[in-house]
Each structure stands twice: as structure tokens, then as C-alpha cells.
């Protein structure tokens, strides 16, 4: 069984929180998580699997363990990956930024097979980075304003791209 690597930054934990929720749809010991503060590029690249989660801060920046991180991604060849982005935002606070953090993975990673794009129906936003033709590049999450809606949300994102994550 090949694995999926879950490497999330996670400010005030929230983001740790929903990857935790995540990985425990998927079946035992699928799911390899890790904070992205004090990992290994070798170790990120080692997966062919990966889901990569930060929450976006700073008026449309990566959280600050993965801004630390992300040139590193500049190493890998994504070309024989399969990844699937989540961002953690607050549509109400930041809706001119709301989850930019998935176009900012997406620039990064898009080499590889980018998976689980989702609709922007039921969100209520200005404008973000994450969304292109009508679509968000990943999966966002409201904990600050629509915290109801997020098992709903990652039931159906995990139900949206197990079969990818299938050897
Ligand atoms: C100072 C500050 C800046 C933020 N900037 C953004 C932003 O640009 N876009 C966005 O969608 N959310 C933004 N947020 C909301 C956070 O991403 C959100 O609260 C998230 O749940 C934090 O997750 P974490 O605890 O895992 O870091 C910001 C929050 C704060 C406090």
C-alpha cells in the first residue's frame, strides 16, 4: 500500500485539527501527518502521495512554518505525484484573500496531478487566488465562521479524492 504524505503549518491549531479529522477517514496507518515545521524536504519528497495543508495568514501568505518551507518545493519533481491541497481561511475577516494559500501551493506543485478541486457554492468571499475557472484548486475550510459545515465538507472531499490516493 502506498502512503499519503499530510504535511500541514498550523498557527493556532486549527489546521492541525482539521488534517487530523482527515486522515482518520482514511483507513489505518494510510495517512503519514507532519507538521511541516521541523520536516525534511527528503522526507516530503519521499511520498508519491501527498495532501498539503496551511492556512493562510497575513493578507494572503502561507502560514509562517510553511512560508519558511516553501522554496524547498522548488527541488522536488512533481511530475509522478499525485497532491491534494487544503487551506485553512476566514471568508468574513480576509475575503479579498480568502485561502489564497491553495493558488500559492498550486503555482509550486502544478507539474504534478493536481486533485480535488471543489465548487465555491456556499461560500461568501470577494476575491482569492484559489479559485480558477469557477473552481477552488483544493479544498477550503472555515473554522472561524462555518466551523458547522466542515465534517460535511472533508467527508465529501475524502470521499472526492480516496480513489486517486489507490494503488
Ligand atoms: C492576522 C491574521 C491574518 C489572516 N489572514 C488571512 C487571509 O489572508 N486569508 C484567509 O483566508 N484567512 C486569513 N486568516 C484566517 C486564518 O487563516 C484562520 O483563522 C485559520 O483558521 C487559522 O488556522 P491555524 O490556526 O491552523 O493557523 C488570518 C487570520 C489572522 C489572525
Known sequence: MKKIGMFYGSDG??????????????????VDLFNIYGTSIDTLASYEYLILASSTWHDG???DDWNDF???LDEIDFSDKTIALLSLGDQDGYGYTFCDALGLFYEKVKAGKVIGKTSTEGYD???SIAVVDDEFLGLCIDEDIQDDLTDERLKNWYENIKGEFQD
Open 61 to 63: 501568505h502561507f502560514q
Open 125 to 127: 468571499f470577494e476575491e
Open 70 to 72: 516553501i522554496d524547498k
Open 13 to 30: 491549531g486549527y489546521t492541525e485539527d482539521v488534517c487530523k479529522r482527515l486522515s482518520s477517514y482514511f483507513e489505518d496507518d494510510k
